[in-house]
């Protein structure tokens, strides 16, 4: 039976392991939350809302039917930071910086795991990334914590508690979770911009995808050795332009459609950082200044589109990613002009990755609509806006709601934690779980024939 089990783990493609690494993991935070020792005295937490807990922390997402602080002790509080570290970082890059703890070798099947964790071309180099990706990341979330820390002193009865709730909110932000320990999300911060300030650059950080990061830091750690100049790669020149197009863009439009409306009564400085926070945590960050349901249906309805795009590749959130939006964004422009290759800065995209991009964008808008279909035969009670700014949150791990979340009953809840599971995965990992190892295993190919479309 163990032979057999093993010989199983040992057939599976690198996909197939990923995606059941993260099952295993959720299942792992699930146990974990159940026990006694993780929960306050008195709480009572049913099985399908640990379930849910467990998945929105190892996905990352950050939507929850209970109050954190409320319900989890001490003891369950850190264990969801770690859940938000495995679940952001990766389950790879975490088991990868065990084995070098442990001095251990990694072999040559590790490193394909990792590379396709990470979504990359190569294999050469990958322990040295994951190094460097988890030394800038918890560095950063280091440098959050003792600053939220410190400035949050006057706000909470004692030092430890000040502290506590600032790493446990610098981890959220920087892996993308969007869980606070007291309910009320950064409600409290709705007019303090130095909180804002740390809390967006550390969701950025997180979702603007490590490769990015690690260009940066080899392009200004080349400029001041001196040598030659560093050319940024396609992926880095497409993510950043997307990821900030689409960050100040969000933010103009919510300018635009809120200062006559929502903004009226509050000064210019302020509703420009709404507008910055918003766009932001819809991105990934899953943290609001103010109750979402103020926005008018236009703001939100613009929201459920960035939530579903969601962050870059490689990164902490989900969502179909920005550079699967910005290439089929190309595609459909370059097919209008007529044009049969697509291109940007200079670089062709390959027909393959084209492909993956439609792929990835239809079927997650058809999941999307499959689980809005389900959840309004099952939610009559939830109006259809929520039950969609619900699945976009929970596709794109964003974790922001309209308060629907409490009130899902069981199939809902369900629904919403594949929605989460799948978000984080990636669709073309869901895509790629049942899919063999070769094209065609028979090595031919049918005659092909046109079709007339549009």
Known sequence: MLYQLRLRLRNLTPVQAIVSFYFVAMTVATLVLLMPIAKKPGQDVSFIDTLFVAASSVSVTGLSPVSPGETYSTFGLICMMIFFQIGGLGIMMMSTLFYLMLRRRIGLKQRRLIQTDVNSYSMSGMVNLIRDVFIMITTAEIIGGILIGLYTIPHYKDVGSAFFHGFFLSVAAATSAGMDMDGLSMEPFAGDY??????????????????????????????????????????????????FGLYFSGALFIVLLEYRKLFAGISWHQGLFYSLFT??????????????????????????VFMFIGSSPSSTGGGIRTTTFAMTLLFIVATARGHKHVHIF????LEEDLRKALSVTMFSGLLCFGSVLILSFTETNIPLLSLLFETASAFGTSGLSLGATGDLSVIGKLVIIMLMFVGRVSMMYILLFTA??????????????KVISG
């Open 346 to 349: 200079g670089r062709e995209f």
């Open 194 to 243: 130095f909180i804002q300030v740390i809390v967006m650059l550390l969701m950025i950080m997180g979702g603007i995808g490590f490769p990015v990061l690690l260009e940066i830091k080899r392009f200004l750690i080349g400029r001041k050795k001196g040598k030659r100049p560093f050319r940024f790669s396609l992926f880095t020149k497409l993510t950043t332009f997307t990821y």
């Open 279 to 304: 766009s932001a945590t819809a991105r990934s960050g899953g943290f609001t200044l103010l109750d979402l349901n103020q926005f008018s249906t236009t703001t939100i309805l613009i929201l459920i």
């Open 436 to 449: 063999a190892r070769t094209d065609n295993e028979y090595g031919f190919r049918y005659p092909k024939e």
